[in-house]
């Protein structure tokens, strides 16, 4: 499976963006997905994700109230409203094969699929 990201971009504090994640496959729908971020000098943090069927949604602390996850047949959104200068980083979508319904990646370890990753800068 390979994913691509897209959305990221320069924007000012307070600002919004949307992130979104595609697939090479036509049952992106089977896989759970994560969002996750690194920036420079730090480990990747997760950010977000959801499970297969959309139905069950986790976020990072440092998001939540902020960003939101959703996800239809071929897309996986991450909406960051109220962008912080902390939230600079590069953003990666990652998917899972595990068949469960309720199971969302939230761990660089569950992954078994990332994409190239986008880059998102907030100024203060």
């Known amino acids: 499976v390979q994913l691509q990201a897209s959305g990221g971009g320069l924007v000012q504090a307070g600002d919004s963006l949307r992130l979104s994640c595609t697939a090479s496959?036509?049952?992106?729908?089977?896989?759970?997905v994560g969002w996750f971020r690194q920036a420079p000098g730090k480990d990747r943090e997760f950010v977000a994700g959801?499970?297969?069927?959309?139905?069950n949604i986790k976020y990072g602390d440092s998001v939540k109230g902020r960003f939101t996850i959703s996800r239809d047949k071929s897309t996986v959104s991450l909406q960051m409203n109220n962008l912080k200068p902390e939230d600079t980083a590069v953003y990666y979508c990652?998917?899972?094969?595990?068949?469960?319904?309720?199971?969302?990646?939230?761990?660089?370890?569950?992954?078994?699929?990332w994409g190239p990753g986008t880059q998102v800068t907030v100024s203060s």
């Open positions: 990652a998917a899972d094969q595990v068949a469960n319904n309720q199971f969302i990646p939230t761990k660089s370890a569950e992954v078994d699929f």
């Open positions: 496959v036509r049952t992106f729908t089977e896989y759970p």
């Open positions: 959801i499970s297969r069927t959309g139905r």
